[in-house]
């Protein structure tokens, strides 16, 4: 399968995964090396920066992954420039994924503050990666501030509801070309990461549809291969859809 | 994985495929190879029984695959049975997939039809695989008269339109566990295949979503991820459907 | 609006109503009122036929609404056949609704009794108006046996699902024309019995959706005007879908 | 029907329809008529101020219609409130409802300008409606100055493509109460407008899917109809949704 390359850089894998809400270290580990990742996104906020105890680091080995410190936890657009400056100047990356929460109940995100973040974080040299709404006027904003790619929700955080705007995101798919665009949040089982994938998007990210499964493991692996049958599928070309085999033309408005 | 176990013979994948409508017999065995598939189908009216010009046997080696002859083509219990009792003659197999076409434009099945061809071949000894529709009298008559599995359409052949019919399928799943249940037809894509097995099905069975897309040997390997995919997924045990994620119940009547 | 015609019998309302579920015959009365039904179902097999007790006709004036009885309660045709006998002999109806359940837990009709007793009382003169499955196959072998109107199931008897079927029913509408069509079963709330009526159906029949509210009369009343909204949808001719206003073509295979 | 209630004025009709897109004034002024709506949206780019040639306001008459000024055809907060200023000036209204367009291919709003306006207009003493996106964190700054309601997308203006992000806008609905929520934009048809208020939604804004049927004038009618419908149905309380009628449970997570 063709790479996927953001701001540069080639990834093997088209699914990146979090590091949140998992039993312990050594799901942590398992569930990620099941998942083929090779991105893998850690909160700045749950780094362990003087190592004195137990950190995601003692179970995530960063030869082998592509670690992407995130802001999660933060609400303003200051608190996720501070958290991207700090994950920095203790060597963590010079990449970031930013998320700053606008909501508390539905985790959704402050899209303004979003793009005040990345527009301060991209002029001091950071790559980073906005997790954003299927807001396209703002998805653009985050183009032109300098984000390496837009990653839009499927649906709220820790939904698992799955894609919940397909027509939202397939507009967006279609009009936004300049960078990677990234399904991020709300995805629930492995069809609906492959759904994202066949809709043309260049990648997934997940966290509590694998940590949240009974089985974080298995369900890793799951994710891991329905992101490339998805993938493969929209590289395949899918048949098109009609009402009945010998329908005179293809389907019109209907989706099932 | 636990292997799909059928009138006890044990199968290594759970995607079956057909052979039908590819370009040629090169792309044909390309496209099954690719799949993973260890179980497909061969119209016993398209074996050239005499070997005299090139036929489907030259492309699929039988000491690979296993093979199943089915029906396609009959519109009658009659010329069913018939086709069923030449394949056992010819030596490809004492097992079939009953496929009764009842209806022209919509391929739609005749179930009655198919539940009597059933009653008979089993009494003769075959392995019946029966494609119905998604009737769950038919499919518990199909069972009464001895057929080995059921298999129920997603949507009519050779439409793509996926799973139209989520909630009767669902209620078959619940209710159906005497024998495997294969969700044959009507799919097309690979997230189609992913949820079906997500819906608990034991195998699905594909024909035109591989071969009518445009690179239909990758389209073969990415189905062949999605079902395994799908099946890792359900047995992984997704996480819940929340409308928000600080919701305080899971999501009730919704799926989106 | 048009009026509905089945049978040569002119129908003001297109809005069809069962006298099921309902707390006492008082609320029956008042419901059925509201919705401004002309046609109403009544069970054969409650009819009180000595008139000894309170029956369904002391609640519902026969001078100012056509009587359906239906078979419900049925699970053979014979037993259908007699129901309907029986209806016409008290003086009921010579037209009937056949209604023969072939599995006990989902109330799933048994198409092939159906039409046996549909053939049977065709011959004896009778109009019959079968409940079906959404199967083309036996739609059409309703109508070759007589059947005065097809009426395939939105979803299950008492779900409340809504249609679970769109693709099959669209597919039904398109080539059924020969009869009226009528969704009976499976609706749950207003939009369902208008989008019923926007696919083009003829009519809608429906009981547990209005006697299953909180409030039956307050929902019949609702069902009225919803079922009218819908087929003068249908006849003022939507305007496409497009993914955006300015997209270059409608949408192709997205229903949102 | 219980009023509509918006920043302390009655509406009988919980409708607001459009004055764009139509053939000629007559069919204008015919549509609304049939729509029964009270409330009437006049592009105040569109209003012919000095009266000088034909205008909206010919056709439709002011002491029977509540004249809603909107800022359509306005890309930047500035020019909203010059718009709503003029639109008050030259006597139309102290309401208006602020329509800022942030992208051309797609018309999705630009929230941020929106609620820049608002902030702005309400101090001014205006009485704001904003049509804003489905993003619960603009909703509610909206709210938080002073929108005396929320008008949220079911999809991007005149796509018809109906409710595209229905559990988006049910978490909307369930978490915000202050203010009336009205759905704006992208219904298609009656069906999508019965279930903009059975989700529980104060009342739907619509254009196109009037403006752009075949037939407006029965279109309209059917609107009308559906909206009481879809408000009736929420009020009567649907019975809840079952995978087959003599399930232990209702369904959870399945919506068809």
New interface residues.
Partial sequence: MEPLVIAGRTFTSRLIVGTGKYKDGAETRSAIEASGAEMVTVAVRRVNLDRSTESLLDFIDPSKYFMLPNTAGCYTAEEAIRAARLGREVGLSDWVKIEVI???????????ATVEATRVLVKEGFTVLPYT?D???FA?RLIDVGAAAVMPLG??????????????L??MR??ITEVPLVVDAGL?????A??AM?MGFDAVLLN??IA?????V??A??????V??????F?????????????SS???????
């Fill in positions: 606008g909501d508390l109940p539905t985790l959704y995100p402050d899209i303004q709404s807001d396209i006027v653009k649906a709220p955080i820790g939904t698992g509801i799955g894609i919940a705007n397909i027509s939202t397939r507009m279609e009009l629930g089982t492995a069809s609906d492959a759904l066949e509590t549809a949240g499964a009974k089985d974080p298995l369900m692996k799951a994710m891991g291969k329905a490339e049958a998805g993938r493969e599928a590289l395949a070309g899918r048949m098109p859809k009609k009402l009945y085999a010998t329908a293809p389907m019109d408005g209907i989706s099932r």
